[in-house]
């Protein structure tokens, strides 16, 4: 008896030991990972308003390598950039580099970390080299059932090929955890039976990772279903057995809420979405005030879209996110090509100089726009003429309406970078 309390004891108090550069998730209330709505302006945000550790969006392996860091001196940013692979149908002056990921070395020191989309455990690590130095964790995303990502057997498909994804859990442990004292955590979901999530879960945790977040809902289950917590207990069980931090996922509404399920389920810490992507104040506790109203919210994302140059398409969508579906004022952003308008239509006065610069840095101020379709109209009228003549309609179709979003969505402005 006395045995089996003192074996009880001695495995509860082990723990995988953080890396000088990591970070333990015990304890915290994190913002989950999320494609388009976890970008750099909303990670910021998420942390100005009490979040302890940022996920970023998924970003595949693949988009990940051949990418060129550097320090972006305008925005205090590091980008990782690319030409773009769609065979420059952008004439020079306006074509730009694609911006694949960008994060903030001081602001984000110590509390992002960087999710991965991947099935082979080379590309995983020759992907997350390439950020390690600037993160305090690699997370594998094994839990999106969108077929984009189990398509390539990455996301929620490596719930179906445990060992493969446990050999790219300790590659990244051994070729970028070890090497640049980082964590290394993985993200799942549920499986069919209790049986089957402690089994995956237990090999997960042989493999050397820190964390392990658990999405408490299976792979079928949409969105709306509600989180069940059924098997919660006994996944933050095995994994404080095995030394690993247990983070919670699924309907967690704000941080009052998180710290009261995770008392009552005993995981380590909660991961916040949903919630937190439609007002991330709500990682303020109630003690704190609580959530605060759209309008301040919105003016403090605004703020620091604005600081960071954040692509306006990927602005205007948080803003949907942000704002009242039904106000007059919803309506109006749609239309608005650029953030002097927007900054005009939600009244934030104070940004409208900036917001002027900024549009002028994307290429989207209301001049440059006007340039540009007039120099597709000429294209297209040249290559009627071209065509009229026996020509090709090649580049007829190369100014199609997705060299508005390659403008104003992909640029990453003009400003010269330095490499670091
Ligand atoms: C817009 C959006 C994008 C998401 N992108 C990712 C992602 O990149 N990686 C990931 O592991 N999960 C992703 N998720 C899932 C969330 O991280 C989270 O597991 C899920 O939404 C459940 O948490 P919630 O109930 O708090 O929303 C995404 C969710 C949303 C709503």
């Not at 006994?234 to 995770?262: F, P, S, T």
């Not at 005030?289 to 602005?315: C, F, I, Q, S």
Request: overall charge positive; hydrophobic content about 40%.
């Amino acid at each position: 008896m006395l045995r089996a309390l003192t074996n009880a004891m001695a495995t509860s108090s082990r723990r995988v030991p953080i890396p000088k550069n990591g970070v333990d998730y015990r304890n915290k209330i994190v913002l989950a990972p999320m494609v388009r709505s976890g970008e750099l302006p909303s990670r910021l945000l998420a942390l100005k308003y009490g979040a302890d550790l940022v996920w970023g969006p998924e970003t595949v392996d693949r988009s990940m390598i051949g990418t060129t860091k550097r320090f972006n001196p305008v925005t205090s940013t590091i980008d990782f950039t690319r030409s773009p692979s769609n065979g420059s149908r952008i004439p020079p002056p306006v074509q730009k580099e694609s911006l694949i990921y960008r994060l903030h070395p001081t602001e984000e020191h110590g509390k992002l970390i960087f999710q991965i989309g991947t099935a082979s455990p080379e590309l995983a690590v020759q992907a997350a080299k390439l950020v390690a130095e600037n993160v305090a964790g690699i997370d594998v995303n094994a839990g999106c059932p969108k077929p984009f990502s189990t398509s390539g057997g990455m996301g929620a498909a490596l719930l179906q090929t445990p060992e493969l994804l446990a050999s790219i859990l300790r590659a990244l442990v051994k070729e970028v955890g070890e090497v640049y004292e980082i964590g290394i955590s993985v993200k799942i979901r549920l499986l069919e039976t209790p049986e089957r999530t402690a089994a995956l879960v237990r090999t997960l945790c042989a493999t050397g990772i820190t964390g392990l977040t658990v999405h408490c809902r299976t792979t079928p289950m949409r969105p709306r279903e509600r989180a069940i917590r059924e098997q919660l207990r006994m996944i933050a069980g095995i994994c404080r057995g095995e030394g690993v931090a247990c983070l919670m996922n699924g309907d967690v509404k704000n941080r009052d809420e998180a710290l009261q399920l995770v008392e009552e389920f005993g995981a380590d810490g909660a991961m916040i979405a949903t919630a937190a992507e439609a007002n991330s104040s709500c990682f303020r506790s109630k003690a704190e005030g609580g959530l605060l109203p759209w309008r301040e919210v919105v003016h403090e994302y605004m703020k620091l879209a604005l600081e960071v140059d954040n692509r306006w398409g990927n602005t205007k969508f948080l803003l949907s996110q942000l704002m009242p579906g039904k106000l007059q004022i919803y309506k109006d952003l749609a239309g608005c090509k650029g953030y002097k308008r927007a900054c005009e239509a939600l009244e934030l006065d104070n940004l409208c100089d900036q917001a002027r610069e900024v549009d002028e840095r994307l290429g989207i101020s209301e001049e440059q726009l006007r340039h540009f379709n007039e120099a597709i109209k000429k294209a297209k009228t040249k290559n009627k003429s071209a065509k009229a003549a026996g020509g090709q309609m090649g580049r007829d179709k190369s100014y199609g309406t997705n060299n508005k979003n390659l403008l104003s969505e992909r640029g990453v402005g003009a400003t010269p970078a330095m490499a670091v």
